[in-house]
């Protein structure tokens, strides 16, 4: 597929970038770390080192709408699509697996069993426990890097 100069510079300049990021005291930290605040809870996801999820990086911060969808998901709309670039098929799908659903351009977030399905990338996944999607319900969501983390 393919990208537009905007996404590639973008995708680019991440990827010089993301490597770098100290902290204060000199050491590195995990520069693909992603936070979310949901329902008066805060929870953190590690994303791959991939074009959709570094762009998906580029949009942060972000205020969303965290929405249930079927029985083993929470989905939420980006302001804008991502790159599709370097993704395919994938295996070993796992509750805690954070996606991008390119048709739709949305992210899910998946708390339960699933099974990969055409125009799904995987973009990482939580830190822990899926214990704060099992509420049900719609909620907004900030989306944003975790203090420690420079962009």
Do not use: H
Request: glycine share 8%; hydrophobic share 35%; with cysteine.
């Amino acid at each position: 597929m393919k990208t537009s100069r905007r996404t590639f510079l973008e995708t680019a300049l991440i990827a010089a970038v993301v490597p770098s990021i100290a902290s204060a005291s000199g050491t590195v930290e995990n520069p693909m770390q992603i936070k979310f605040s949901f329902n008066n809870q805060i929870f953190t996801a590690t994303l791959n080192n991939t074009p959709t999820a570094l762009d998906l990086l580029t949009l942060l911060p972000l205020n969303i709408q965290i929405e249930d969808y079927s029985t083993n998901e929470k989905i939420a709309y980006l302001p804008r699509k991502l790159t599709v670039e370097g993704s395919g098929p994938f295996g070993d799908e796992a509750p805690g697996d954070l996606c991008y659903y390119a048709p739709w351009g949305n992210l899910a977030l998946f708390y339960a069993g699933y099974r990969y399905s055409s125009g799904l990338i995987r973009l990482g996944r939580l830190d822990g426990a899926v214990t704060p999607l099992l509420q049900r319900g719609n909620s907004r969501s900030g989306l944003n890097r975790p203090a420690n983390t420079r962009p």
